[in-house]
């Protein structure tokens, strides 16, 4: 990515000033905690203004919250019949919707491309099962390199990463140092990239190369472990779950190994959009608080990754 900001294209809705929140610490399995920056105040019933008061101008005006996302990712985000978005993130992006009276509108975008499309206003935020790192905040590489603006990230759920192999697991994977001397395959931009990248500097002062085909969709990923041209695929753990339950790409699959390395997925802001960030974080709050988020989570079996309160740049 470019370190330069995109222009904004026609139609882009005014930013306002910048603004920093205090970092919080994951803390507990699969839970976070509220010991950072949280909702702000003002959010309880009693209140003289609410979450859409806190909204820009012009996304009230507009009455639309637009949202980019790689709909190729079940059960996070992915298409259903008719291409209807569903998942997760869609499911709680509507109620976020609702809390703050606005219409929600997804773009499919492919995974890479997001953080460019955020920066370039093509939609409001990102939500994708795109996880809260420093890396991603800071805008810089794996090697502190800057390479553009970074995000702010809202925290909304917590997982893990895990491995996906053929069934039966033929070539026996049971971890990282596994994948040494063998092909992997993962999607590109994703976490498990930059993992891999760091495995494969492992791999070759082990003296055995780890080859990484990195592929737009998950699905193409999944696809070359069916079809025998890559040993595994690392996944978001209910991703790989999903998989392994469902069956994707023509093929069956199970899991290698424990998922490891948790950490929180994050709705991702402009640095500059503080308002609408603030926003978003007190609707979140509040649907934590009400209990539809849990239902919601439920919904989707994944329960275990629901998080206590709306936490900024909860990620470590």
């Known amino acids: 990515m470019s370190t330069a900001t995109p222009p904004a294209r026609p139609g882009a809705r005014p930013r306002p000033a910048a603004g920093a929140l205090t970092a919080a610490a994951l803390a507990g399995t699969l839970l976070l905690t509220g010991c950072g920056s949280t909702a702000p105040s003002g959010g309880d019933s009693g209140s003289a203004s609410g979450p859409r008061d806190r909204l820009p101008e012009q996304v009230r005006k507009d009455g639309v919250l637009r949202i980019g996302a790689d709909l190729t990712y079940p059960p996070i985000g992915f298409k259903a019949d008719g ?36 920066q370039a206003h093509e939609y409001d935020v990102v939500m994708s099962g795109m ?35 053929a069934g039966g697991n033929p070539q026996r994977i ?41 592929t737009e969709t998950d699905e193409q990923a999944l696809a070359l472990v069916a079809q025998g041209r890559a040993a595994a695929d690392l996944d978001d753990a209910p991703v790989a779950a999903y998989a392994v339950k469902n069956g994707r790409a023509g093929g069956k699959f199970q899991l290698a190994g424990e998922q490891w390395q948790v950490a929180p997925y994050g709705i991702a802001f402009s640095k500059e959009d503080t308002a609408l960030r603030d926003a978003v974080t007190e609707a979140l709050d509040r649907l934590i608080h009400s209990g539809e988020y849990d239902g919601i989570l439920a919904k989707w079996g994944l329960s275990d990754g629901a998080v206590q309160s709306a936490v900024v740049n909860g990620g470590f």
């Open 131 to 165: 996880t809260d790192t420093p890396q991603r905040r800071d805008g810089v590489d794996e090697q502190a390199r800057k390479v553009n603006d970074g995000v702010d990230f809202l925290d909304y759920f917590a997982t893990g990463t895990s491995i996906v192999v």
């Open 83 to 118: 291409d209807r978005p569903d998942g997760l993130d869609v499911d709680l992006a509507n109620a976020l919707g609702n809390v703050l009276g606005l219409r929600v509108q997804f773009s499919d975008v492919p995974f890479d491309r997001l953080r460019l499309g955020l």
């Open 174 to 214: 049971a971890g990282l140092d596994d994948l040494c001397g063998r092909t992997v395959a993962v999607q590109r931009g994703t976490t498990q990239a930059g993992m891999l990248e760091r495995q494969a500097g492992a791999c070759e002062k082990a003296g055995r190369k780890l080859t990484v085909t990195e």
